[in-house]
């Protein structure tokens, strides 16, 4: 039977005794990646301060908790983007959905969003957490990924995915 040993803010730690072994496993909320296209084809991601990073910033695509309480993956995409980069999709695409399952369970819905309409919401955050635009042509955003200018995580996937999925004409 599973223990729980810890519950933060944002996740939990269980342990489980099985065949004499202890397993942990951290369960994270689920989550929403964004990545918006321009008109002329970029792809827009963010700089945001993370203060518990070392370096205390980070370039990532819009991206948030989903708060199931607050509607579907296609709804929390729409609020991040209204709230860390001031617009909404005109159309959004799912592109992916990547699960997390054993040591650590969660799941991260990804989408493109193109014809961005401007729609500011404030950003819960505080309006001085994301630091700057930065927009990548898709062979910028693979050089950057390659070149380890851009941090690998579980958004790097999705961006794999964009570039293939947009190089193919879709």
Do not use: C
């Not at 991260?108 to 404030?122: D, E, G, T, V, Y």
């Amino acid at each position: 039977m599973e223990k729980e040993v810890y519950k933060g803010q944002i996740i939990r730690v269980t342990e489980e005794k099985i065949n004499g072994i202890v397993w942990e496993r951290a369960y994270f909320p689920h989550g929403v990646i964004v990545f918006p296209i321009t008109e002329d084809g970029k792809i827009i991601l963010i700089e945001e301060k993370r203060p518990h990073e070392n370096p205390p910033f980070r370039i990532k695509p819009v991206s948030g908790i989903l708060e199931h309480h607050k509607g579907t993956p296609e709804e929390n995409a729409q609020r991040e983007m209204q709230e860390e980069i001031g617009y909404k999709a005109g159309i959004l695409e799912p592109l992916m959905t990547l699960h997390g399952s054993g040591t650590i369970n969660h799941a991260q819905h990804f989408f493109i969003a193109r014809n961005l309409i401007h729609s500011k919401l404030p950003n819960p955050d505080g309006e001085d957490t994301i630091m700057g635009l930065k927009e990548y042509t898709l062979d910028e955003l693979h050089e950057a990924i390659m070149t380890d200018k851009l941090k690998w995580s579980m958004s790097t996937l999705g961006m794999f995915r964009l570039i293939e999925r947009l190089r193919s004409g879709q």
